[in-house]
Every structure is written in structure tokens, then in C-alpha cells.
């Protein structure tokens, strides 16, 4: 069946997030296809429908909004060069707006964006927030940096994988926000497992202390939602790993390096993050860090 313009999207990398904003496009009315290199994406993309392409420049030739969902600047950058380098991005392609959801770098993003924007199309990165479950309800937060005209052309697609959608400034803006989310992010897991352990070691239960933290001021996405649902329960399973976290918090520290931005915590954070002092290898998921069970912080301090 047709679709009107602008309602073929395609989107790269159908891991948890991915498959879940494809999902969402489709319920939106956008005829979506999608490309991962995975056997077990493959498969789960099929389970719901969702019509699948054997490459990325097959989705560059059939959509009009690409959705990125990619583990790092690198990959993002190798698939947009395969797509000009097959001369998909020339002038006949007719513009096409790319939506880069990872979780990337601002000068890549800025780099990216300068050099579409000279062939006629658009670049935002827009990286996301609120997990599989997130993405598959359309419940996203998005933070968007890039040009005003391309966020327009894009927003049928954010708010169809969007409840909110926040355009921070120019090109490379959503990433600083991102970087600065998960910074926190890392930060709460550690300060959080903290105050629980002081909780519990002075006769306070978790559960109890946790009831008190979350009506107060000291609670936080991860008091709130990770640790009663995932960390306590010692289900760890909230679908993003360890080594994401790393490098997210890596990013952190190295955008603060180049605009000479000093972040004792965070180095802190970062070193109790670490393999060697957390034990934690990058596939674990990142909710294991604050395993009651696991002296971690102890470890790192005694060493």
C-alpha cells in the first residue's frame, strides 16, 4: 500500500531500543523496514512484523527517516559512508532526514551534520532515555541537537517513538545531554547502593529505607524505578549492559577533558565502574552493580 511522503522509515540496529521504535513507527501508520546484522534481532524483528532489509543501503534506498540505533560514533559514521559511498546521499536521492538515536559524540554529530546538510539532508542527534519498555510504547525522551527545519521535518517520527521530546540547540547538543544523563546515571547507582548499605547496616531494611528515599529529596530514577524493580528483586535484567555504561561514562569524562570541565566525582564514579575494581564484565547488565549481595564499593576501597 502507498504511503503518503515522508511515512518511509527505516530504521539500523533492532537491538532492545531499535526493535522497539520500529515497532512504534509501524503503529504510527509509517511503513518501516528495518536492518540488523544479528540472527536473534532477525528473528524478533520477524516475530512482529517488521519487514526486514539485507543492508543498510537497502534502507537508505527505501526510506525517507533513517533511524540510528548503533553502539558507538564509529558505526554511525560507517553507515552513513556505505550510504554515500553507494550514492545514496547524492541530490537525486531527494532529502532524507536521519535521526541518530545512539548514544554518541557531539563533534562526530557536528561533523555528520555539516557534510549531509551540503547534500541536501539532515542530521539530528537524538539520543534517547527510557529503556526497552520506553521504546516499545512510543514513551521515549528524546533530546534532540541540530537545525530547526530537519527537527520539523523529523518531529512525525520522534512523537511516534517520543512522549517527550526536548530540541536542546544546534547540532551536537542532544549528545552533551545525553553524556550528562548517564553521567548522573552511573553516579545514582553508586550513591544509591551507598546510602542502602549505611541503611541496612545500622538496622534499616533496604525496602524500608528506599520508601523513605523516594517520598524524599533524596530520591532518583534509579532509587525509584532500577532498584525496586530490577536490583532488589535481583531480577538484573533492565537491558543495558555494563560496558554501555562504561562507555557513556567515558565519553563524560573525555568531553569535560576538552572543555577543560574538572569532574572529581565522575572520576571517581568512573574508577568504581572499572573491571578491575567493580568485577563486572562489559555484557553484564549494568543493575548488578548495585547487588546487595556484592561488597563492591569495599572492594575498590581496600585495593
Known sequence: MATETGKR??????????????????????????????????????????????????IFAAAEVIVLSLPTAKHVEGVIAAARDAGLLGAEAGSKVIIDTSTSEAEMSRKLSAALTEQGHGFLDAPVSGGPAGAASGQLSVMLGGDETWVAAAMPALEAMAANIFHIGPSGAGNVAKLVNNMLVASHMVTTLEALRLAEAAGV?????????????????????????????????SGFSTGLMRKDVRLARELAQRVGCALPVADLVANLWAEESSGLEDADDFMHMGDPAVDRLSQKETK
Open 9 to 58: 522509515a527505516g530504521v539500523i540496529g533492532l537491538g532492545a531500543m531499535g526493535l522497539g521504535m520500529a515497532s512504534s513507527l509501524a503503529c504510527a501508520g509509517f511503513e518501516v523496514a528495518g536492518y540488523d546484522p544479528s540472527p536473534a534481532a532477525q528473528t524478533r524483528a520477524r516475530d512482529v512484523h517488521i519487514a526486514l532489509k539485507p543492508s543498510p543501503e537497502h
Open 205 to 237: 531494611g533496604a525496602e524500608d529505607a528506599l520508601r523513605v528515599i523516594n517520598s524524599a529529596t533524596g530520591r532518583s530514577a534509579i532509587s525509584e524505578i532500577h532498584f525496586p524493580n530490577w536490583v532488589l528483586p535481583r531480577s538484573f535484567d
